[in-house]
């Protein structure tokens, strides 16, 4: 219900919805991680995930919901959303 509501609030506000943080391996990120859901669950999970988490998260997109993604397209990805999306220090 809670992420219903944020993404209504968000489609709102935002017309640029699918866009993701500039940087390298922004393009990746946009390509591979928005075919099922939007990368507002990037956006909502970035304050908890350091790049061991995000390394579990990229993870199971593809062990259990089946991202087509290789293992350098997954460390491109890892890295970029480590260093765009970590937690704050
Ligand atoms: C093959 C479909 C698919 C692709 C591609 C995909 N995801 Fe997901 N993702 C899912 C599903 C299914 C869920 C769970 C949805 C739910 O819980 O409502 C999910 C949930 C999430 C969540 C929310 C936390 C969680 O674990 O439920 C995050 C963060 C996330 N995905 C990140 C990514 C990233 C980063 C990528 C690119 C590497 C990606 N996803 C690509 C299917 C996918």
Known sequence: MMRILIGASLL???PALAEVKPGP???TVEANCAACHT???????APFLTQDGWKAEVGKMRTAFGSP???A???EIVQYLATQYGPKK
């Open 69 to 71: 993604i290789d293992d």
């Open 25 to 27: 391996g922004q393009d």
């Open 39 to 45: 990368t507002d669950y990037i956006r909502m999970n």
């Open 12 to 14: 709102l506000a935002s």
């Open 73 to 75: 397209v997954a460390a």
